[in-house]
C-alpha cells in the first residue's frame, strides 16, 4: 500500500484525546486529512466535522471500516471498545493509530497480538508519546550510545493536578503508570519482571477511591530498578519527570514548563496544566511519523507488542495495589514479527 495524495483518516471517538487528534491532523500534520468521524455524542460529533471541513459523519466503526473511504483509522475510544476495531482493521491490513491502552487486559491484547502476526509486518501503533518527546528521545539516545556507561536505575514521577470524576482505585495504575511502564521497557530495552505498589498517606485533597499518592518499584529483567511516584491529585499542575542513573552521570528530564529563574534572591517558573500543553509536540511529531508509514502500509512508534507488555504490567500493578504484595510478572519472549528497529 501506498498512499500519492492526503492519507484520509476515518476518526473513532470524538472526545477530548479524539478532538485534539482531529484538530491537529487538520492544523499542524502533513500529508493527511480527516475525511470521516464516528462519534455517538451529537454535540462532539458536530464540533470534530467543524474543525475537519469535508469530514462526514459515520454511525459506527463498522461502517466506516467497510465504507471504503479511508486509507487508516485512529481509534481514541475508551480501552473497552478498542479489541473489535482492531481486529477488524487487521483483517482489512489498514494501518491503525490506537491510544492507549491496547485492550484494557492482556488476554485481549493478546488476541491482537496473535492476529496481527498473521499479517506480512505491523500496521498497529500504540499511542505512547513520550517516545516522541525530544527529552525522552535524548535520554533513549544516551542510554543507546553508552556514552554514560550502562542504566542503573530509573527514578520517576507521574503526577496530575487532578484526575476526572469516578475514576476509581485502578485509574492511576491502568490510565497513567502504563506510560512509565512503556517508558521503563523502552530505555532499558526489556521487559518488567515484578510489581509492587504502596500507598502512602492520603491526600485530602484527592477522591479517597484514588488512593493518592502511591509509591511503585519495577524490576526489570537484568536486575534495574525503577522508582515511581504515582499522584493524580497534586493540585497544582501536571508533570512527568524522569531521573536517569547512569555508572557515570545523572541525566534529569522534564523538570518544568520551561527555565527556572533565578534573580534578586528569588527562583521561580512554571509548570504545565495537563498532558497535553506538556507533550503537545511529541503528540505533533507521533501522529506526523504515523502518517508517514501509514502511507505505506506500515507503523511506526509503539507496537501492539508494547502495549500488550504494558497492559500485562499494570495488571499485576492492579494486584499488587489490592495486595500491597511484590507480584511477579509472566510474558513470553518478545515475537520476531515485532523485532525493534531504531525508529522503535
Known amino acids: 500500500m501506498e498512499v500519492s495524495t492526503d492519507l484520509r483518516v476515518g476518526v473513532i471517538g470524538a472526545g477530548l484525546i479524539g478532538a485534539n487528534h482531529i484538530e491537529r491532523i487538520t492544523t499542524n ?188 518499584v519495577l524490576e526489570t529483567r537484568s536486575g534495574r530498578i525503577v522508582s515511581v511516584e504515582l499522584n493524580v491529585g497534586a493540585q497544582f499542575g501536571y508533570q512527568a519527570t524522569t531521573e536517569a542513573v547512569f555508572e557515570s552521570a545523572v541525566v534529569n528530564c522534564a523538570r518544568a514548563a520551561g527555565p527556572e529563574v533565578r534573580s534578586a534572591g528569588r527562583w521561580g517558573g512554571e509548570e504545565h496544566p495537563t498532558y497535553a500543553s506538556r507533550f503537545a509536540a511529541a503528540f505533533d511529531a507521533q501522529v506526523q511519523r504515523w502518517v508517514e508509514a501509514a502511507r505505506h502500509g506500515r507503523a511506526d512508534g509503539a507496537t501492539a507488542w508494547d502495549g500488550y507488555m504494558a497492559t500485562l504490567v499494570a495488571e499485576a500493578g492492579v494486584e499488587s495495589q489490592g495486595s500491597g504484595e511484590r507480584i511477579t510478572v509472566t510474558a513470553p519472549a518478545r515475537p520476531g514479527f515485532y523485532a525493534r528497529t531504531p525508529s522503535r
Not at 493527511?32 to 454535540?43: I, T
Not at 481514541?76 to 493509530?97: C, K, N, S, W
Not at 492507549?100 to 487486559?105: I, Y
Open 29 to 216: 500534520i502533513s500529508g493527511a486529512r480527516v475525511v470521516a468521524v464516528v462519534e455517538p455524542d451529537p454535540v462532539r460529533m458536530s464540533h470534530a466535522l467543524d474543525s475537519a471541513p469535508g469530514a462526514v459523519a459515520h454511525s459506527d466503526s463498522d461502517s466506516l471500516l467497510d465504507s471504503g473511504e479511508i486509507d487508516a483509522v485512529l481509534i481514541a475510544t475508551y480501552g473497552d471498545l478498542h479489541e473489535p476495531v482492531l481486529l477488524r482493521a487487521i483483517d482489512q491490513r489498514m494501518p491503525t493509530f490506537v491510544e492507549k491502552p491496547l485492550t484494557r487486559d492482556s488476554v485481549s491484547s493478546m488476541r491482537v497480538v496473535e492476529a496481527e502476526q498473521r499479517l506480512q509486518h505491523p500496521i498497529i501503533q500504540v499511542g505512547f508519546m513520550r517516545r516522541f518527546d525530544s527529552e525522552y528521545a535524548a535520554l533513549k539516545a544516551m542510554v543507546d550510545s553508552g556514552e554514560h556507561g550502562e542504566l542503573l536505575m530509573l527514578h520517576m514521577a507521574h503526577r496530575l493536578a487532578k484526575s476526572r470524576e469516578g475514576a476509581g482505585a485502578a485509574m492511576p495504575i491502568t490510565d497513567a503508570l502504563v506510560h512509565e511502564l512503556d517508558m521503563a521497557m523502552w530505555l532499558a530495552e526489556e521487559p518488567i519482571v515484578a510489581i509492587e505498589v504502596k500507598r502512602s498517606r492520603q491526600n485530602t485533597l484527592s477522591d479517597p477511591a484514588l488512593r493518592d499518592p502511591q509509591f511503585v
